[in-house]
């Protein structure tokens, strides 16, 4: 399934909605769309993974990545999923103690403090 990436906003947090696999031949895409937020000036991120259906290393190095790219610009990113694969996959990499995954975009925005 090719990955596709849409943007939009909520509560001063830039939303990434991400569809399709995230792996070795999609995640430089999903790498491009994240620099160009940053890039763009926003620094506070939702990677919104609901409607991903697989993710491999290649993928969770993209996510690292930008978790330290907007922490060392004083920003976040967010992690949005209720698939249990990932969940399951976050959990077994010990990924999930840095990047907890929320279940909305909304519970998301609400895990802390943000932009303002």
């Given at each position: 399934?090719?990955?596709q990436?849409?943007?939009?906003?909520?509560?001063g947090?830039t939303?990434l909605?991400v569809h399709g696999?995230?792996?070795?031949?999609s995640?430089?895409?999903?790498r491009?769309h994240?620099?160009?937020a940053?890039?763009?000036?926003h620094?506070?991120?939702i990677l919104?993974?609901?409607?991903?259906?697989?993710?491999?290393?290649?993928?969770l190095g993209?996510v690292?990545?930008?978790?330290?790219r907007?922490?060392?610009?004083?920003g976040?990113?967010?992690l949005v999923?209720t698939?249990?694969?990932?969940?399951r996959v976050f959990?077994?990499?010990?990924?999930g103690?840095a990047l907890?995954i929320?279940?909305?975009v909304?519970?998301?925005?609400?895990?802390?403090?943000?932009?303002?």
């Amino acid at each position: 399934m090719d990955l596709q990436v849409v943007l939009g906003e909520q509560a001063g947090w830039t939303v990434l909605r991400v569809h399709g696999d995230v792996d070795v031949a999609s995640a430089p895409r999903l790498r491009e769309h994240l620099l160009q937020a940053v890039t763009d000036g926003h620094h506070y991120l939702i990677l919104d993974l609901d409607q991903v259906h697989f993710i491999d290393s290649t993928g969770l190095g993209v996510v690292i990545g930008a978790l330290k790219r907007t922490r060392s610009l004083g920003g976040d990113l967010r992690l949005v999923s209720t698939r249990e694969m990932l969940a399951r996959v976050f959990e077994i990499t010990g990924l999930g103690k840095a990047l907890p995954i929320e279940s909305t975009v909304a519970a998301a925005v609400a895990a802390g403090p943000g932009p303002g």
